[in-house]
């Protein structure tokens, strides 16, 4: 399994896909695949750190907060980020965000990603065993 | 959509039968060439809406449908608290009260070509457009919770507008079942600097010029004139808004089995509408409608302040504003006995008609002002509410053109630089702070509007008053 994100086709919105060996490369991926929804991630300096903790009963309910926790970051400290790093205990996961301050002109920001949402959220190991955390973000 | 599954009920309404786990029917306003460009995933979503406990009438789509996440967007249903009926946060989405605002000058289209440049680089400048953009303004948390509470009442007692404009916005500008308290920290924190902000995606500011006249007598009420230049912001709650729907979705997801609702997609998950998380979510969602009315409030000031500059003119008048992603409570017929229903509108603009208690009494005669917004490369339309709308669809109608292309798809076909290059051989002026947004924007992926527009007039659900076609579109 490569560790690799996609963006698959929703009418009106955007689905994100993120590919790992683990879980939680998996989940990093994901966040990946919602940042560049917004921007060029290679143009993206890892410049600072920020912390996102969450825990939910399944997975499915994590990604969702997961990404949501990363839009939430995005939107109140006005940053983009280029790396994620998630560890995962049971059901509380804490993840890793590095970033910067958004640059209009340097990342050249599209449209806004309002919220991670359930539809077609799923969370599941590949016949060769490697993970696919998938949802629909609203765009 | 695969017409099988369907029954024709007349030439713009399509009937999705009740079957399985179906409540009511579902209704689909369409054109034969509308239904047949509908994905068979907007009958699938509006099925299973149809199937949410307490829905009344039908579960409705009006003409601009596509699907989304968990309710069609174009979706309007329709819940009786007082039969378990649900609230659902999926059933409005993210941007809360999202909506368009029209705002009339005194100006014709002559008048706006000889100040076309400044105008279009003035209102660039002074009206914060993009993701990441901040306004001038830094709200306290006093501030914060009276806005929240008092809408664009609100913003006009701070000076962002005149007395008189309340009157010409939905809810006389304050929704007054708001509850603040129930608005979190967190959603706050996102909206700190965002006050007076237009946001990005699909979002807009823009120069209109009337076209075309339909029905003289509601124009004039209204003020338009043919040739006339009017001013309409697309936007809506911002970062709050988006921060409340998320929590409470994801709260409703949590506690919709303590209430016996199981659904087969996660993003239709409700409460009863009277619950405790119910009501929490209703004084929130109308909170942060509040914040999307003093949103737009805000950005008008800003538009005002410009043509001030520039053109010297007396405050433009506000026409109406309407938001087109709500839930609200409201009054309806159903079968011969008036009840009081959780209205949802997920993409979908009320249209109230003429002699509606909610109406301003400069609107009595008419009925509302429906605003539906086009594409930047593409037609909008002012319509009016009608007597028979209610009975219709809860007094509804479209607020769009609707997607017909991905923007992923979009993204492959256009550059954002053909697009404002195209646009400007039209005499259109794009100022766009990202090309890759222009081109995700770009008006060959959104669907026929005047079909649209056709299809709901055609349906009853609202008249045709005048035809507006963009001058300068600002965007994110």
């Not at chain 2, 695969?2 to 209704?27: F, H, N, Q, Y």
């Not at chain 2, 929590?247 to 087969?264: L, P, T």
């Not at chain 2, 043509?307 to 007396?314: P, Q």
């Not at chain 2, 301003?360 to 002002?369: D, H, L």
Request: net charge negative; charged share 25%.
């Amino acid at each position: 399994m490569t560790t690799r994100w996609e963006h698959f086709d929703h009418q009106a919105d955007i689905g994100i896909r993120g590919y790992g060996p683990t879980v939680e490369a998996a989940f990093e991926q994901a966040g990946l695949a919602v940042t560049s929804v917004m921007v060029p991630v290679e143009r993206v300096a890892e410049d600072s750190l920020i912390v996102v903790q969450c825990e939910a009963p399944d997975l499915e309910l994590l990604l969702v907060d997961w990404l949501n926790g990363i839009l939430r970051e995005m939107s109140a400290k006005r940053m983009v980020f280029s790396r994620f790093h998630v560890t995962l205990d049971g059901t509380r996961l804490r993840g890793e965000l590095w970033g910067e301050l958004i640059n209009s002109q340097r990342h050249e920001p599209s449209g806004e990603v309002k919220g991670a949402s359930y539809y077609e959220a799923r969370v599941w190991q590949d016949e060769d065993g490697g993970w696919v955390a998938q949802c629909v973000v609203d765009v | 959509m695969d017409r099988s599954t369907l029954i024709r009920k007349s030439e713009w309404a399509w009937e999705i039968p009740k079957t399985g786990r179906m409540l009511v029917p579902g209704i689909l306003f369409a054109s034969d060439a509308l239904i047949d460009e509908l994905d068979n995933k907007v009958n699938e979503q509006l099925s299973n809406v149809a199937a949410l406990p307490g829905i009344v009438g039908a579960a409705y789509a009006m003409p601009d449908a596509h699907w989304g996440y968990g309710f069609p967007i174009g979706g309007v249903a329709a819940f009786d608290p007082k039969e378990g009926g649900v609230i659902s946060a999926g059933g409005v989405g993210f941007d809360i009260s999202c909506g368009v605002r029209t705002l009339l000058t005194p100006f014709n289209r002559c008048d706006v070509e000889r100040i076309r440049t400044k105008l279009a680089d003035e209102l660039f400048y002074h009206v914060p457009a993009g993701v990441g953009s901040t306004s001038r303004l830094n709200l306290t948390k006093s501030e914060m919770t009276a806005m929240l509470a008092g809408g664009a009442r609100w913003a006009v007692e701070q000076g962002f507008g005149l007395p008189d404009d309340a009157e010409r916005i939905e809810y006389c500008g304050q929704c007054d079942d708001a509850d603040p308290d129930e608005v979190s920290k967190e959603a706050r924190r996102r909206q700190v600097e965002e006050m007076g902000t237009l946001g990005s995606g699909n979002h807009y500011l823009e120069l209109q010029v009337v076209t075309e006249i339909m029905e003289e007598s509601i124009a004039k009420a209204f003020g338009l004139v043919r040739n006339g230049v009017v001013v309409s912001i697309h936007c809506g709650s911002r970062g709050l808004g988006h921060q409340v729907a998320t929590e409470f979705a994801r709260r409703m997801v949590m506690e919709a089995a303590e209430y016996g609702i199981r659904v087969n997609d996660r993003e239709l998950a409700s409460v009863p509408a009277y619950s405790p998380p119910g009501k929490a979510y209703y004084g929130a969602m109308r909170a942060a409608a509040n914040c999307a009315l003093a949103n737009r409030q805000i950005l008008s000031h800003f538009v005002r302040e410009v043509f001030k500059r520039v053109a010297g003119e007396d405050p433009l008048r506000l026409l109406y504003d309407v938001s087109h992603n709500l839930c609200s409570l409201e009054e309806h017929e159903v079968d011969g006995k008036l009840k009081r229903l959780y209205v949802h509108r997920k993409g979908a603009t009320r249209a109230l008609g003429p002699g509606h208690s909610d109406l301003p009494v400069c609107y009595q005669k008419t009925g509302q002002p429906v605003l539906v917004g086009g594409t930047m490369g593409t037609a909008s339309y002012i319509l009016a509410g009608t007597a028979g709308g209610d009975r219709l669809a809860f007094s509804s109608a479209c607020h769009g053109a609707g997607r017909s292309q991905s923007r992923s798809q979009a993204m492959k076909q256009y550059r954002g630089e053909d697009v404002i290059e195209k646009l400007k051989r039209r005499n259109i002026t794009i100022k766009a702070r990202s090309f890759r947004g222009v081109a995700e924007e770009a008006p060959a992926a959104y669907k026929d509007v005047s079909a649209v527009v056709q299809a709901t007039v055609g349906a009853g659900l609202a008249r045709m008053v005048a035809k507006l076609e963009p001058m300068i579109c600002v965007k994110g």
